[in-house]
């Protein structure tokens, strides 16, 4: 009688155990998302001269380096030097697509009166039509776009 009285007991203890409630999936769906920072990527755009950097910081500066230098060397050798001698600086819109695509835009900037936009931005475009592919950015493991303004040097020959 003792053992079914404890026994009796001990399912009635464990029966509360198990009646927790259950947060709702909607809650528990918010407080996931507010966790989440949104304006950061757990792994930026990468290229192929960066990936073997275990460091996220190095990682990214290699990127944009390479970004930069790359993008000098190709329009470095188009009209627009010729076209508009003033111009010693460009800002570049990067677009970079969750299928490694990639879009190069001019961006206005405060000397961006003294020249035609539409003109630079069609030498931009074709310059960089063969630009080697970049890897994209992720979040949470998911392939995110990523778009950010890029300033470019013109190099004076």
């Given at each position: ?40 990527v757990d792994e930026y755009p990468s290229v192929y001269a960066c990936d073997t950097m275990q460091n996220k910081e190095a990682q990214k500066q290699c990127f944009f380096d390479y970004l930069s230098q ?88």
């Amino acid at each position: 009688m003792k053992k079914l009285s404890l026994l009796l007991l001990f399912l009635i203890v464990s029966c509360q155990l198990f009646d927790k409630k259950v947060p709702d999936e909607n809650e528990l769906l918010q407080q996931e998302l507010q966790k989440i920072n949104w304006s950061e990527v757990d792994e930026y755009p990468s290229v192929y001269a960066c990936d073997t950097m275990q460091n996220k910081e190095a990682q990214k500066q290699c990127f944009f380096d390479y970004l930069s230098q790359e993008i000098q060397q190709k329009i470095s050798v188009d009209s627009i030097q010729m076209l508009y001698p003033n111009i010693d600086t460009i800002q570049v819109k990067v677009t970079v697509f969750p299928d490694k695509s990639t879009i190069f835009e001019t961006q206005e900037s405060k000397d961006s009166l003294d020249y035609n936009l539409k003109e630079i931005d069609s030498i931009i475009q074709s310059s960089l039509s063969n630009f080697p592919p970049i890897e994209p950015a992720s979040k949470r493991g998911v392939k995110v776009k990523t778009q950010f303004i890029l300033p470019v040097i013109i190099k004076k020959k």
